[in-house]
């Protein structure tokens, strides 16, 4: 089993492009480091990913809680959809053991700065995966109880 599979094994999700999934798992310190193609690393689908997951959340928190006012449902929201909190998800599952790096981030400990997987596009719509990643093993869910 290539490393590909093990973490679709392990987040219980098989993605629809996986060239989307090893683009998304692809630092731009490897990119770099490799002369691959300019936008090919996880960048642009770690902003995308971003965007998804706050308006995922928003949603949720919207319907969880009919009585917050919109200040409260804000705060909320950005101490889920934070980079401590997607560090967190991330950990929780070794993410990192799945990135590409560079051999200078390899060295400065790059593994654990990890942030997010971000959002992968898939052929009819969003792979929804830091989204999927949190829910599927209940991490989400504990930042969001109140």
Not at 24 to 36: D, G, K
Not at 83 to 90: G, K, N, R, S, Y
Request: proline letters at 1%; one cysteine or more.
């Amino acid at each position: 089993m290539n490393k590909l599979q093990e973490f679709q094994e392990i987040i219980g999700y098989h993605f629809r492009q996986e060239g989307l999934l090893r683009q998304a798992l692809t630092h731009s310190s490897y990119a770099n480091e490799r002369h691959m193609k300019k936008l090919y690393n996880n960048e642009r689908l770690e902003f995308l990913g971003d965007a998804v997951l706050e308006i995922v959340t928003s949603e949720h928190l919207y319907q969880l809680h009919p009585e917050w006012a919109e200040g409260e449902l804000t705060r909320v929201r950005a101490s889920i959809v934070c980079e401590q909190t997607l560090a967190f998800c991330t950990r929780a599952l070794h993410l990192g053991d799945y990135v590409l790096l560079s051999k200078g981030e390899e060295h400065t400990g790059g593994r654990e700065k990890i942030g997010s997987l971000g959002c992968v596009r898939g052929g009819d719509g969003c792979d929804l995966s830091g989204w999927r990643i949190c829910t599927r093993k209940g991490i989400y869910s504990s930042f969001c109880v109140a």
